[in-house]
T-cell receptor, first 116, second 108 residues
């Protein structure tokens, strides 16, 4: 299996809702990433997990809460989001993450989130 | 801090014509550059990386450290090349910084 899968494909939520995005890979990768992509803009890194530990948080608001329960799974818990958080949320994985590493990142298809 | 600039938001060419997508970067370290492509309704995928020095789908890109550029070229564009193209730079760790993207439209 050489794909990164993401569920759901689409999500509409109110500002008071709590929801979660899910990402899964079975390539044995030990690094996983969350990106946010606004319309007609490039992906922007949010979080990086390496060996199930949070390595990078790009000053993301606390209403986004990542979780890596095991090496194959990455979640993004959403709570009290704002309409400006509407975007495509991309998950990616790579063999590893760290100084001196250069591994291809494999991207999932994304979850299109709309906050009403 | 690293930065990637793609000056053209849209490139429209006719089928069979050459296409060149510009990418300039600023980075204090030794750069590693990539081109990613996003076809309509498909996921973002790696097209090529400078260290491979290979041609993928007829595309080539050469890293010019003097001009801090990594332009993507194809001598004869095809309709299936229509897509969004992102230049990206790898900084510390495996962190990618993307340029703003260039939409390529190949007309028949």
């Amino acid at each position: 299996d050489t794909e990164v899968t993401q569920t759901p494909k689409h999500l509409v939520m109110g500002m008071t809702n709590k929801k979660s995005l899910k990402c899964e890979q079975h390539m044995g990768h030990r690094a996983m990433y969350w990106y946010k992509q606004k319309a007609k803009k490039p992906p922007e890194l949010m979080f990086v997990y390496s060996y199930e530990k949070l390595s990078i948080n790009e000053s993301v608001p606390s209403r986004f809460s990542p979780e890596c329960p095991n090496s194959s799974l990455l979640n993004l818990h959403l709570h009290a989001l704002q309409p400006e958080d509407s975007a495509l949320y991309l998950c990616a994985s790579s063999q590893a993450y760290g100084q001196g590493t250069s591994y291809e990142q494999y991207f999932g298809p994304g979850t299109r989130l709309t906050v009403t | 801090a690293q930065r990637v600039t793609q000056p053209e938001k849209l490139l429209s060419v006719f089928k069979g014509a050459p296409v060149e997508l510009k990418c300039n970067y600023s980075y204090s370290g030794s750069p590693e550059l990539f081109w990613y492509v996003q076809y309509s309704r498909q996921r973002l995928q790696l097209l090529l990386r400078h260290i491979s020095r290979e041609s993928i789908k007829g595309f080539t890109a050469d890293l010019n450290k003097g001009e801090t550029s990594f332009h993507l070229k194809k001598p004869f564009a095809q309709e299936e090349d229509s897509a969004m193209y992102y230049c990206a730079l790898r900084a510390a760790g495996n962190k990618l910084t993307f340029g703003g993207g260039t939409r390529v439209l190949v007309k028949p």
